[in-house]
């Protein structure tokens, strides 16, 4: 390709791309002139015409409120009568509520109930020897296991050995399925047994007595 070619085609470019360069320009000039569009108002609604009810309109009526304490004008304050003693007799004689057979009033029963005299249960032999553990009205339970009121620290003794309950005015020693078993005074416990003053309860090698 000759020099002239080369120079002739470089040419050539630049018009096309002047041409490109006018004509956009033309564009943009056409485009601000033209002024912008004014939006249309949007459709009024018609409003809905108000007429008259063919009945009659109902005002409410307040009525304004008479003091408590001061009875209003034109109006007399009924006396208050006295109860008549047919009254308070009638009153007096209402009947009460019935107490089922076999049942016992609430207050009676507290009233009857045995109270468990206050009493404590000391460690004679054993590992705790010389514990005093006060015994209330709950009850208290024996064996290795944290839970346990007193633990024993017996090997011979179960998690959960035995429990010392009141029960109608005294105390009872009750097993709770241990493995070695519960004495009291030397007798190896089946059923629960009342325990008195005095009396000693095994539980492997520790050794408990009930005293006041």
Do not use: K
């Amino acid at each position: 390709m000759s020099e002239l070619t080369f120079t002739l085609l470089r040419l050539g470019y630049l018009v096309v791309l002047w041409l490109l360069v006018l004509s956009a320009i033309r564009v943009l000039r056409r485009d601000l002139a033209e002024p912008a569009p004014t939006p249309e108002p949007a459709p009024q609604q018609p409003r809905a015409e108000l007429r008259p009810s063919s009945g009659p309109v109902q005002v409410p009526q307040y009525h304004h409120a008479t003091p408590t304490g001061t009875p209003a004008q034109g109006v007399q304050s009924a006396p208050v009568s006295a109860p008549t003693p047919a009254a308070a007799q009638t009153v007096g004689n209402l009947p009460r509520t019935p107490v089922l057979p076999g049942t016992t009033d609430s207050r009676t029963a507290a009233r009857h109930q045995p109270r468990v005299s206050t009493t404590r249960l000391v460690v004679v032999e054993g590992s705790l020897r010389g514990t005093s553990l006060p015994l209330s009205g709950s009850g208290v339970l024996l064996g290795r296991a944290p839970s346990c009121t007193l633990v024993l620290d017996d090997d011979y003794s179960s998690a959960r050995h035995a429990r010392v309950f009141p029960q109608h005015g005294s105390w009872f020693v009750e097993d709770l399925g241990s493995t070695n078993g519960t004495y009291l005074d030397g007798n190896r416990l089946v059923a629960p047994v009342e325990v008195r003053p005095g009396s000693q309860i095994r539980i492997g090698q520790t050794v408990m007595e009930l005293q006041r």
